[in-house]
Structures are given as structure tokens and as C-alpha cells.
């Protein structure tokens, strides 16, 4: 008999609050629904690349996005899938709810919270992952376009932006926003929900 379980495959850039939302978001629904969840990178940096309409801080953010993604990359490379989910964790927490900006400390950290060699951080300041990075990507816009940015979450290989959601939801508002995108990756035909945030991020 096929498993039921529903597989979530979420995309992420550790440089965006709002991914960062959407990850604890789906880390209370694991903690309450038999799903599988598989974690990816993507890019700001590579989805804005070449673009002349930006403002002169994003460009600026663009530019120190590019270590933290390649140094996750590597990582997996060198020590798989499964590490990219606590290295994500060790960098999100000190960018987002301890906000800190000094990238080049935070990556050596992160990397030495979760026992990884110090050697990695080295490859942030290089292309030699770009490929790879470049390809796990363009896995998240094949699903959505190129019109949107982290996270992007996808629910047994339906894909879509977001959700976008601050705070993070707990307890059964977690689990019924989960169980409406589950509802709604059914519907062949539905593409779009939004509205004008409101409010900035909430982390605690």
C-alpha cells in the first residue's frame, strides 16, 4: 500500500525573515502531523542577479547573501541532505530573533554548533558551489515562477510561495493553516492569495 504521508519539500534563503516564519511554522505542524520534510536552498541573490531596479541597501543585502547559501550548499554536498535543516537553525537563530548582521561570525558558529568542519565557511567567498546552488534553486521557480521570492513551500510536488505569516502560528492555527494548503494544492487551477502586509516580522 503507498504511504499517505504527505511530503513537504521547503525551499529556503537563511538571509529572509520571512522564511524564517514560515519554518517554524511547519516545524509545530511536524511536531503534530505524520509529515515528511525535506529542506532546500534557494537564493535571493540568485533570483535578483543582473537586476538594475533595486535599492542601493538590497543590492548591498544581495551581495552578503551569496556566503551563508554556498556554505549551506557545500555542506550538504560534503555531508548531506540531512544537515541543512540544524546549520539552517544555528544561522537562522542568531540572524533573525538575535539580530546579528556579522555574517562571517555568525557562519563560523553555525557551523561549529552542529559539528561541522570550520573549513566550510571558506567556500562563502567562492563559486565553486554555484552549480549546485544554482540547480536547487531553479528546482523552487520550476514549481512557481520567477515573480516571487523564499520561502517556497511545495506539498507532494504542488508548489507555491509562501505562506507568509508573522507570527508564526502554534497550536491548532498551525495545524489548520497547514491542512488549508494541503485543501488547496488539490485544486488544480488555483494559483494566488495575497494581501499588503501589514505588520513586519514577529519572532517571539
Known sequence: MPSTTPVVD????????WAWMTSRWIDEVAQHRDIEVRWHVMSLSV????REDLPERYVRLMAEGWAAVRVLIAAARDHGPQVLKPLYDAIGTRRHPGGRTDGDAIL???LAEVGLPAELAAVGATTEVDDLLRASHAEAIALVGDEVGTPV???????????????APTGQAAL????????????PGFYELKRTRTSGPVFG
Open 10 to 17: 521547503f525551499w529556503f534563503d537563511p538571509a529572509c525573515p
Open 47 to 50: 533570483l535578483n542577479e543582473g
Open 108 to 110: 563560523a558558529e553555525a
Open 153 to 167: 513551500v511545495a506539498i507532494d510536488g504542488v508548489g507555491y510561495f509562501g505562506p507568509v505569516v508573522t507570527p
Open 176 to 187: 489548520d493553516l497547514f491542512d488549508g494548503l494541503v485543501l488547496m494544492t488539490r485544486v
